[in-house]
């Protein structure tokens, strides 16, 4: 076995998309894409300097650098992910660029145990559309989380909003297939859809929910992103017998035909960028200091003196 095919043969835990050099690199371009969304939604989610920040579904930590560059050398980032290949990779890039403050955690963020109420920010790109059950991982990060701190996502809304303009048959046939495709193969891609209800069932409150659509024209970063994800992922789908590979090679000839014409626009999936937030603990209510002297006062002789009786509690019979 040749260096390359041993270092991209599968691992035990690799999630659906792989996590071979391949992968690495489209995650890498991904991240180029996306890295603006990443810093808006973290500003609007308060992250700032000096913030313990976990960063889940980490991947080779293009997201984790970013975060560490927010918190600065006096917070601290833990990095989280299944893939001891992607940790890896992380932990090189992170020993190259000196950033000492982003530790690692290898595990399944369903298993994630970490201190109660130790971190003042969660982040989490693309983790939980390749979970079949999420409410346990939210769990999990609810305890990690410090009351009052925040819990950012940027997850799938609606993968099947994909499409070109003007509209192609054969694109449209091949993003149908893979929305097909992707419960069988365990994803639940539109997880932006299910947050509001695992927050409630989690004791998170929805700060922030905003859809995100892009459009893009030929060449563009909006064009290129999803384009070159299917080109490679189609043949991935054909190999589990889920795309025939005839359509493969009509999708290959339409994206060539869209991209030389180059009149068309792609419209990304659509995605959301997610706020929400551990509600802070309920303060002890203060008692003014002339309530307590107006509860101290000794009662009147004269006054009738009625047993206190507390609102929705119905009082006992009197002894006659
Ligand atoms: C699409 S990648 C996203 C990586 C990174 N968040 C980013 O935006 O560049 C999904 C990542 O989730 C990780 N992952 C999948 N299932 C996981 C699980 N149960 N617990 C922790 N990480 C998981 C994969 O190993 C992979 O690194």
């Given at each position: 076995m040749s260096n390359r095919a041993r270092r991209d043969a599968g691992e035990p835990d690799e999630y659906v998309l792989g996590t071979d050099a391949e992968e690495l690199r489209r995650l890498r371009f991904q991240h180029f894409v996306w890295t603006e969304q990443l810093h808006a939604l973290c500003a609007r989610a308060g992250f700032r300097d000096g913030d313990a920040a976990l960063d889940l579904g980490c991947g080779p930590g293009f997201t984790s650098f970013e975060l560490a560059r927010i918190v600065g050398p006096r917070g601290q980032v833990l990095a989280c992910d299944v893939s001891a290949r992607f940790l890896r990779a992380l932990e090189s890039q992170r020993d190259r660029d000196g950033l000492s403050w982003v530790a690692t955690r290898l595990g399944g963020i369903e298993g994630l145990d970490v201190e109660p109420a130790s971190f003042d920010r969660a982040y989490s790109r693309w983790l939980f559309s390749w979970l079949p059950d999420s409410l346990e991982p939210f769990r999990r990060v609810h305890r990690a989380l410090r009351p009052g701190a925040t819990f950012a996502l940027h997850e799938y809304l609606d993968w099947g909003a994909m499409t070109v303009v003007p509209r192609s048959e054969v694109f449209d046939h091949a993003v149908a297939a893979c929305v097909r495709a992707w419960p069988r193969l365990g994803a639940t891609i539109d997880i932006a859809r299910d947050v509001p209800r695992l927050a409630a069932a989690t004791g998170f409150v929805v700060d922030d929910f905003q859809p995100i659509a892009r459009v893009g024209t030929v060449g563009s970063l909006e064009w290129r992103w999803p384009g070159e994800f299917l080109a490679v992922w189609l043949r991935k789908l054909a190999a589990q017998?889920?795309?025939?590979?005839?359509?493969?090679?009509?999708?290959?000839?339409?994206?060539?035909?869209?991209?030389?014409?180059?009149?068309?626009?792609?419209?990304?999936?659509?995605?959301?960028?997610?706020?929400?937030r551990k509600p802070p603990q309920p303060r002890a209510r203060r008692v003014s200091a002339r309530a307590v002297q107006r509860r101290a006062r000794p009662a009147s002789k004269t006054r009738d003196v009625r047993p206190i009786r507390r609102r929705g509690v119905p009082a006992l019979p009197r002894d006659r």
């Open positions: 017998g889920l795309f025939d590979t005839a359509d493969c090679d009509a999708f290959d000839d339409e994206w060539r035909r869209l991209t030389a014409a180059g009149d068309s626009r792609l419209v990304t999936p659509t995605m959301a960028g997610i706020v929400l």
